[in-house]
């Protein structure tokens, strides 16, 4: 039974004193109330009251005794003894009789109210650790912490350090075979037989089938689409799908998918039966899931190539006829000016434009001009027209693979879907042509899929089939059930006795009402109160500009002059950056995981594993060669065990990823929070949001176009979340580019460390109204920058409001009654959100009905009117607002730029062909550059306060704009020693840099 999964620093610290108490926690567990010094009172030697007391204490801090009670900081004892008006020279030689001891410790469990540890009090705690071990997938060393913690909270004695370490084990280890035995009895043998048999290498063959599955398509084309469908048939043919595993954990369900995911094919097939037909059941669900998403991702990507490459060869060719075109418009045009010669009879016109012109020229013109004129209500007919050919091949596939359902806006369309399924059967229910569903189809498609009223072109109607279904799921009008991601969110949404049983509470944590008049009230107040404070300011705002265009007035805002840096400030950040110790890559790794602790937060993709030997070294060699972009051969030493390929590889495979990135990254944020210095440069209340662009220039599903960025290949956009102490909290890998302002609400809501940012900025990004509303009913505040203001509208809530010079400007009104009428489903919305039950980048795909807003979509635009006017008043009004939009931006930025210094491997080119792989390789990249801060934060700190010893002040305004975001003193390139100092090691700094007087004198001179 493994029990290693204790450091050695966990098991010292149990049960003891690691520093000395706060006065805080002196004056909660070592005040000696009246009950207690009577308690004492019954002792008469002053060194036996001490000795007690100092026992009672301890219980009651520690929740234990210690097995030596003498072994206690200094500062307890003089506490106790001050309050017991003893001395405690005699104390530590007199208090050590092992019978007066246990004497006195029964004595103090009874007087406090303890339990000691056995009995029912152990039968309690093991229901407790099942219900944890259940519920969530938190590593052994966190749930060792939790029940230390519940044995406190409950008053009972803690045990041994290895006895509460073997029942932790004891109890993960039978959940693991209680699930693993109810995984394996809801197969038949058919069920087993066919997961066996993915571990088995088919004749002819060089993989096993689990490998083959595991292999996800990377290349956008008719045949993969074919070959994609093939593979989820082959997942479906093991006939697991149907069985239900909703009654189990969901998280530990997950974690055996994870597992089986990764794992090499004969670390399986050597798991005993039971946990091996689990995994293999648990990872053929997920697997079904994840193939799906990857067949909709490609025919998602193919529509959209078909739809370009149609569009590139369309305006090819129509540059080529422009020729043909233009001589033929200008016959035609002869013609015209006949017709319209006043001069000419009536009588005469025919016979004059035959004998000038000639009649075969005209209808030479005519018909050149009927080929080569594009109608210009068929757009997407004209890109997609060519493509019948490529559709043909993965049509029949895609209609027999994929089972559709839709909200009922797109039942016509479904039932398009249907029609061309039956077509495609054949047979002699094969339905006619004629009687083909036409309701769905656009006017834009209408006049070339139905030539006439009896006639339909079947090539067209099924491009038009084909269009509407890509639009419909990307607006999830139409879904897939067996889909993670292109799901039907509205199911997750919360309704019926779940939303009356939480509409108070999300009610009370959104800091919002129930009552619709009560809220419309409060807006009006702030709207009104917006405008009056830019009404009153206008006369002497320099900066804005109320103007007129076409008789319609907008405002324009002078851009805000450069910040001055004072000779102060640039001496100081000199001075500090000087000091900073050179240091490399790999030992700064090192050095921050001394500080923060934050390896430890990885652990292994299975159940159980102990804890292996010189993890954190392993984990800051990998993080470096994914962070810098080289790969593991680079910072791989064969003389040492813990880098050595295939170990380095192994902790890749076993450690990294979302999960564990996610849990280091926090723990690096919340030491971030914990510094003077960052504090000085923000609260953690405000962050912003914005892009780095990487090019992908191997195949895969997860990039996008965008020449602008990427030139001819294509990309991806990580999309990150800076606070105000210039931390990375949160980051989402986006294909293509940012067309959506709900990554920045899903980046807030889904983020997990200690920041709680109220105030997100962000670039203009499509921004939109709904998001405006979203936003405010969330209770955040959103600020992006934007580029114009002309063609911004001014909203209010009443047309009788006089707001003055301003009422103009102001003339558009909110329509208040659809937010009354749907402001319950506004805050359910709000709360399903909230609670996590509905992802961010789903909910505008809730808020839309056959492509335009829903009602509800609606109401959320009109409270987003009035949060944008607001917004817009605060920002043309308040120069200060604009300047802190314009400084966390900046922060952001620099941060990317620092980034980029660290990825700079493989000319920073993105070479992950997965989704799992980028988002696990930029994570560890966000990871790296927050040690950086961190390391750079903690010395800047030690050299402000050695540079305050010396000066006489310093302004707080110059340290508030310090920047952490600094890597010339870091050596990142060549050379990878992994080795630290004893003292660095143990948790010190390294000595400051000594300036040498020529560069004190740059200093003084910069």
């Not at 233009?326 to 000419?344: F, G, I, T, Y």
């Not at 799901?487 to 129930?514: F, N, Q, T």
């Not at 060669?625 to 380095?648: D, F, H, M, S, Y």
């Not at 009913?777 to 063609?791: I, K, M, T």
Request: hydrophobic content about 45%; overall charge positive.
């Amino acid at each position: 039974m493994p029990v290693e999964f204790l450091s050695d620093e966990q098991a010292a610290r149990y049960g003891r004193y690691q520093t000395d108490p706060s006065p805080e926690q002196l004056a909660r567990f070592f005040y000696l109330s009246p009950q207690d010094l009577q308690f004492l009172a019954d002792y008469r030697r002053s060194y036996t009251q001490l000795g007690c007391a100092v026992q009672l204490c301890t219980l009651r801090f520690l929740g234990t005794f210690l097995p030596i009670p003498t072994q206690v900081p200094a500062v307890v004892v003089a506490t106790l003894a001050q309050q017991l008006q003893v001395g405690t020279d005699a104390w530590p030689a007199r208090y050590t009789r092992p019978n007066t001891l246990s004497d006195h410790q029964a004595r103090i469990v009874a007087y406090l109210g303890f339990a000691a540890y056995g009995g029912r009090q152990v039968f309690r705690l093991t229901r407790w650790l099942y219900a944890q071990v259940l519920t969530s997938t938190v590593r052994p060393s966190v749930l060792f912490d939790l029940a230390t913690a519940h044995l406190v909270a409950q008053r009972v004695v803690l045990p041994g350090v290895t006895v509460l370490a073997r029942l932790i084990a004891r109890v993960r280890e039978r959940t693991g075979r209680h699930l693993y035995h109810q995984l394996r009895n809801r197969l038949n043998p058919v069920q087993q037989e066919a997961l066996e048999s993915l571990l088995l290498v088919p004749p002819g063959q060089r993989l096993t089938r689990l490998e083959a599955l595991r292999t996800a398509p990377t290349r956008v084309s008719g045949p993969a689409l074919v070959a994609a469908l093939g593979r989820l048939e082959h997942v479906r043919v093991l006939g697991v799908g149907s069985i239900s595993l909703h009654d189990l954990p969901e998280a530990r369900v997950v974690r055996l998918a994870r597992h089986a995911q990764v794992a090499w094919g004969q670390t399986l097939a050597r798991m005993g039966e039971e946990r091996r037909l689990a995994t293999l059941l648990a990872f053929a669900q997920a697997l079904e899931r994840t193939a799906t998403d990857d067949v909709l991702d490609l025919f998602d990507g193919l529509l959209t190539a078909l739809a370009l490459r149609g569009e590139t060869k369309r305006r090819r060719q129509r540059l080529r006829s422009l020729k043909d075109l233009d001589q033929a418009a200008l016959v035609l045009e002869q013609a015209v000016r006949l017709l319209l010669d006043e001069s000419v009879p009536e009588a005469q016109i025919r016979a004059q434009v035959l004998s000038r012109i000639g009649e075969a020229s005209l209808r030479e013109a005519a018909e050149t001009v009927q080929a080569l004129a594009s109608p210009a209500d068929a757009p997407r007919f004209q890109a997609l027209s060519g493509s019948y050919a490529t559709v043909r091949r993965f049509l029949p596939a895609l209609l027999n693979g994929i089972a559709l359902e839709g909200s009922p806006s797109a039942k016509p369309l479904l039932d398009a879907w249907y029609f061309l399924r039956a077509q495609e059967a054949g047979g002699r229910c094969r339905p006619k042509w004629g009687t083909a569903p036409r309701t769905f189809v656009p006017k834009s498609w209408a006049r070339q899929v139905f030539a006439s009223r009896d006639e339909v072109n079947p090539a067209a109607y099924t491009l038009c089939v084909l269009d509407r279904l890509h639009q419909a799921l990307r607006r999830r009008e139409v879904f897939v059930t067996t889909s993670d991601r292109y799901g039907d969110p509205r199911a997750e949404m919360l309704r019926g006795e779940d939303w009356d049983a939480a509409r108070e509470s999300v009610a009370r944590a959104l800091g919002r009402s129930l009552d619709p008049a009560l809220e419309l009230v409060r807006l009006q107040a702030q709207l009104r109160s917006a405008y009056a404070e830019v009404r009153e300011t206008l006369p002497h705002n320099t900066a804005l500009h109320v103007l007129q265009h076409d008789g319609m007035p907008y405002v324009r805002v002078s851009p805000l002059p450069a910040q001055e840096e004072p000779a102060s400030l640039q001496q100081l950040r000199t001075q500090l950056t000087q000091q900073l110790p050179h240091v490399e890559l790999a030992a700064l790794l090192l050095e921050v995981n001394a500080f923060t602790g934050f390896a430890d937060a990885f652990n292994h993709v299975a159940d159980g594993q102990s804890k292996a030997a010189d993890l954190p070294l392993s984990i800051c060699a990998v993080l470096l060669a994914q962070a810098c972009n080289i790969g593991l051969k680079a910072v791989a030493r064969a003389e040492v065990p813990a880098l050595t390929l295939p170990r380095l590889s192994w902790v890749q495979q076993n450690y990294m990823r979302v999960e564990t990135l996610t849990a280091a990254n926090a723990r690096l944020v919340d030491g971030q929070a914990q510094l003077p210095l960052a504090q000085a440069w923000g609260g953690g209340e405000v962050a912003s949001a914005d892009g780095m662009r990487f090019v992908v220039p191997v195949r895969t599903l997860h990039a996008g176009w965008n020449r602008k960025y990427y030139g001819s290949q294509r990309g991806v956009t990580y999309y990150n979340f800076t606070g105000d102490q210039f931390t990375g909290f949160h980051g989402i890998v986006i294909p293509g580019t940012l067309r959506d302002s709900l990554f920045i609400l899903a980046g807030l809501l889904e983020q997990q460390t200690s920041l709680d940012p109220r105030e997100i900025m962000a670039d203009t990004h499509g921004y939109s109204e709904v998001v405006f509303g979203l936003f405010a009913l969330l209770g955040y505040r959103f600020s992006p920058r934007l580029a114009d203001l002309s063609d911004q509208r001014f909203w209010r809530l009443s047309k009788e409001d006089d707001y003055g010079p301003l009422n103009e400007l102001s003339r558009h009104v909110v329509n208040a009654r659809l937010i009354s009428d749907h402001w319950e489903d506004m805050l359910r919305l709000a709360g399903s959100l909230k609670l996590g039950r509905v992802k961010a980048t789903a909910v505008m795909r809730t808020l839309q009905r056959a492509g335009s807003l829903s009602g509800l979509g609606r109401a959320v635009a009109e409270l987003g009117r009035v949060e944008k006017t607001r917004y817009l008043l605060a920002y043309v009004h308040d120069e200060a607002y604009r300047r802190r939009i314009l400084v966390q931006l900046n922060r952001g930025e620099g941060r990317h730029a620092l980034a980029r210094a660290v990825f700079h491997g493989k000319k920073g080119e993105l070479r992950q062909r997965y989704r799992e792989g980028m988002e696990d390789q930029l994570g560890a990249l966000g990871l790296v550059v927050n040690a950086l801060v961190l390391w750079n934060t903690r010395y800047l700190q030690q050299a402000l306060e050695r540079w305050q010893e010396t000066e006489e002040h310093v302004n707080p305004e110059d340290v508030a704009r310090l920047s952490p975001l600094l890597h010339e003193h870091v050596n990142m390139l060549g050379r990878y020693d992994f080795t630290l100092p004893e003292s660095v090691a143990a948790g010190q700094l390294r000595p400051l840099r000594t300036l040498t007087p020529w560069e004190a004198s740059l200093g003084e001179w910069a």
